[in-house]
Each structure stands twice: as C-alpha cells, then as structure tokens.
C-alpha cells in the first residue's frame, strides 16, 4: 500500500505502495445487499491467478509512477494531493455504477475502520513522507515499507480469522530483503528513523484496515470511502497551509501528473490491490509489494536512466525467489473473495466456510427381481 498513496514528490516513487478491477460472478457484480447476490464459487486456481495478476498490476503502476511524482516537487502538496483524490473518486463512481457494482454507505464501526484507511494510508502517510524526506534520504524510507509483507504475512491472517502461516512469514522476509536489496540504504537521524516507522506502520495499516470492511463494501467500495475521505481531509489542509488560492497554482505539468496520478495510481491501483487482497488475503497479496520496487528501477532504465547495479539485480532474483517461495502449489487457502451472506462488517470470510462439507453416500442400487 504505499507509493500509489504517497506524497506528490520524488519520495513517492521510493515506497512499495498497494491499491485497485476484480472478476467476479454475475451475482457478486450486482453489489452488496443486492437481490438475488450469493457468495461467489470461483476455482482455487482461477482466483489466485486472477488476485496475482491484479495484485502485480497494482504494483506496476505504483512502481512506474517515478518519473510522474517528480513533477510534482513544487506543487503546492496537500492542494495537488486533494485533487488527486477527488478526481480518483469521481473516477471510481462513475466506473462502479457502469460496471454495476453498487456502493454502500458505511455503518456504524465501518466509519472508523475507512477513515482509519484514508487518516493513516493517505494523509498521515503522506505527512510522514514529507517530513521524513527532511531528515532521511529516500532509501531509507523505502526500506520501511519493504517491511511491511512480513506485518502482513503476520497479523493479516489474524484479521482474517485464522493463523499466520510458517511458509507465508519466510516468503514475506525473503520479499523484504529483496526489496530492500533494491531500494539500497540511506542516511538518516534520530528523526528521520521515527518518521520512517511512521510510514511503515501507516503502509501497513492501508490494507489491513479493509479487512473487516472488505466483505460487505468490496474492493470499490472501500477505494471510493478511501479516496473522498482523503479529498475532505486534504482540502481542509491545503486550505489551512496553503491557502484557498493554492489551486490556480498548478501548472500544466502539474495538472497532467496529478490526472496520470489520479487515474493509473489511485482509481486503477486501489481497485486492483483491494482485490488482490480480497482473493489471496493479505498474507500472499502482500508479497506482491515487492513488485513495486523492481518495477521503479525497470522504468528507469526504460526511460533513459543507467543500467541497475550488480546488487538491485541480486535484490530483483531474491523477490522473485521470495514469490516463488509465497505462491508455490500446496494446500489451496480460503481468502476474503467470498461475501458474508449477513453482510455485516463481520470478518470477511472464515475458514469454516470454506471447507467442503462432504457429499451424502450414495443410496445402494435397488435390486431386480
């Protein structure tokens, strides 16, 4: 969850950042609470397959978003970032009632687990970033996310309902030390540290805040709570810091960033990581973050910037191992892609529901006179 959610500035290209289209059955496109909708059987395979690739979708928008944050570096921040958001939930609506998936408004304890999402993996995530980038070079802030698969692969299933897994917890490690490979060390103080733990935690809070809300509101659910939350909260910020007036300050480039970032890294990436989530569980989605550094430092090269080092190559080969590793074949684990039929806030699935209740023996065959 990280980058896709950070800061208008160079610093946001460093961080592994996680977020949005899911394929679902007709009967779950109709929505939550809608007539007629039933938990979707979707095949082991298929549903990793399909969380897998948005996932890694997700993370290859993140990742490739570099070169686009850094045209925001003089933008006024919080006005750019509360546009950002705005447009991305706009997007979103609009999108969600031409694809059929309804929205629902939050119910009691779900306001506090979006607003959760949108004050820690969107505003206060950001602050940090500012302000860690003041006392830290960007590696080190890169390297604070890198750790956030091995918090997912520990508390995520505890979210879930069930135990962290001993194979999921040596993958997640492995993903961060490749990741951390990647992103290099840095420089840092005292300071620079404590804003750096900020942005791990709040990284982490970005998905496993939507655990217990992804069931009844789905992926575009908790993207557009998510992002007009965020709009509210960066508009009263902008306007305290930078004055109403802050918006006839963005230039042409800046308003092109600001709409790439809106599109691409917000509306599309949120969706796309929320699914993932929601099929593989945070656990195994969260090694997909992993994805996003490799992705940084392919596009750089693509666009013109040196060839990586010997060691980001060694750090790419140990990702991958560590994916390898995460999502090799073995015992099929339920996730979070089948509904609560309550559709309460309750935890989006259980173990329970997904085990196969056996089938009634068969009657013996009559006998023939």
Not at 22 to 46: K, W, Y
Not at 121 to 133: I, R, Y
Not at 204 to 215: D, E, S, Y
Not at 232 to 260: K, S
Request: hydrophobic share 50%; with cysteine.
């Amino acid at each position: 969850m990280a980058l896709l959610a950070g800061p208008s500035n160079p610093y946001l290209s460093i961080v592994p950042g996680l977020r949005a289209l899911e394929a679902l059955t007709p009967a779950d496109t109709r929505g939550p609470d809608a007539p007629g909708s039933r938990a979707a059987a979707v095949p082991a395979p298929r549903g990793v397959a399909v969380g897998v690739a948005a996932g890694s979708a997700a993370m290859v928008c993140v990742g490739g978003s570099v070169a686009v944050s850094a045209v925001l570096t003089t933008a006024p921040v919080y006005t750019a970032e509360g546009v950002r958001y705005g447009l991305a939930c706009l997007i979103l609506v609009a999108l969600s009632r031409l694809t059929g998936h309804r929205l629902a408004w939050p119910r009691k304890s779900e306001w506090l687990w979006l607003s959760g999402i949108a004050v820690t993996g969107l505003v206060v995530f950001n602050l940090a970033l500012v302000e860690g980038s003041r006392h830290a070079e960007p590696a080190v802030l890169g390297v604070a996310v890198a750790c956030v698969p091995a918090v997912l692969a520990l508390v995520g299933p505890l979210l879930e309902g069930t135990r962290p897994h001993t194979a999921a917890v040596a993958a997640a490690l492995v993903v961060t030390a490749g990741a951390g490979l990647v992103q290099g060390l840095g420089r840092t103080d005292a300071i620079g540290v404590a804003w750096a733990v900020a942005v791990f935690g709040c990284e982490a809070a970005f998905t496993l805040l939507a655990i217990p809300v992804l069931g009844r509101h789905g992926p575009w659910g908790v993207s557009v709570h998510a992002t007009w939350l965020a709009t509210v909260m960066f508009a009263v910020l902008g306007i305290v810091h930078e004055g109403p007036a802050a918006v006839t300050n963005l230039t042409r480039a800046d308003w092109l960033a600001v709409g790439y970032l809106a599109v691409a890294v917000t509306a599309a990436a949120f969706v796309l990581w929320y699914s993932s989530v929601r099929r593989l569980g945070a656990s195994r989605a969260g090694l997909l973050t992993g994805i996003a550094p490799v992705a940084a430092a392919v596009s750089g090269v693509l666009l013109g910037g040196p060839a990586p080092r010997p060691l980001v190559w060694a750090g790419i080969a140990v990702v991958a191992a560590g994916l390898a590793l995460g999502f090799r074949k073995g015992r099929t684990i339920c996730t979070s892609s089948t509904r609560p039929r309550s559709g309460g806030t309750s935890r989006p699935w259980s173990p329970a529901s997904c085990t196969p209740k056996a089938s009634p023996p068969a009657p013996p065959p009559a006998r023939t006179a």
